[in-house]
């Protein structure tokens, strides 16, 4: 194998292996090469790296090589991270939407409740997104945090006002819940479609 392509292969490992790095001792047993020839390797990445159009570098610690961003980027991945991403949401992140902006405001416990399952990472997404939001504390045994969606939610779906929000049949089971705010937010995530098309 020509060096282009070892250093092509080497790279994709060192991005596979994420965050837990790959060692030396590893990418000589991949490769099928020397220990020389892996150092020669990394330095030709190091060197590629090193030139201002690249935003990643390679970081070392003891024996572990990781693909890492440049520090000198760090103020726009911090921008990254305070942005609301506009990637679709997970299947639990929408029926956790979907319980929280028809029965608001509502607590943790009562959204488990009627979702079957925990759903601590759902509710820190739509958080950390901001289209649920703290919208006060419930009287009672430990004064549990009540969740309502924000204005962001109405902006992300299009919507005027949550009276907006098309209503659910008059008698609509706990166990029909999922299914009817899965076929809601199906028709919106298609009409936010369309709208960012036109």
């Not at 994709?12 to 590893?26: P, Y």
């Not at 299947?91 to 929280?100: M, S």
């Amino acid at each position: 194998m020509e060096l282009t392509e070892l250093k092509a292969v080497t790279e994709g490992l060192l991005f596979a292996s994420g965050d837990e790095g790959i060692s030396k001792r590893q990418l000589v047993k991949l490769l099928e090469v020397d220990g020389k020839t892996v150092d020669h390797i990394i330095n030709e990445l190091r060197y590629d790296y090193d030139h201002v159009e690249r935003g990643i570098t390679i970081m070392q610690s003891h024996d572990i090589f990781h693909l890492t961003t440049k520090p000198e980027h760090s103020s726009y991945y911090q921008k990254l991270m305070e942005t609301p991403q506009s990637s679709r949401l997970s299947q639990a992140a929408l029926e956790t939407l979907a319980i929280i902006a028809y029965q608001q405001p509502i607590t943790r416990t009562e959204i488990e409740e009627i979702r079957g399952v925990k759903s601590d990472r759902p509710v820190q997404t739509l958080l950390n997104r901001l289209l649920i939001e703290e919208v006060g504390r419930k009287e009672g045994v430990g004064r549990p945090i009540m969740f309502g969606t924000t204005k962001e939610f109405l902006t992300y779906f299009g919507l005027k006002s949550i009276e907006e929000l098309p209503p659910l049949p008059d008698e609509v089971l706990e166990s029909d819940m999922e299914q009817e705010a899965d076929l809601f937010f199906e028709r919106f995530q298609e009409q936010l479609e369309v709208n960012k098309e036109s």
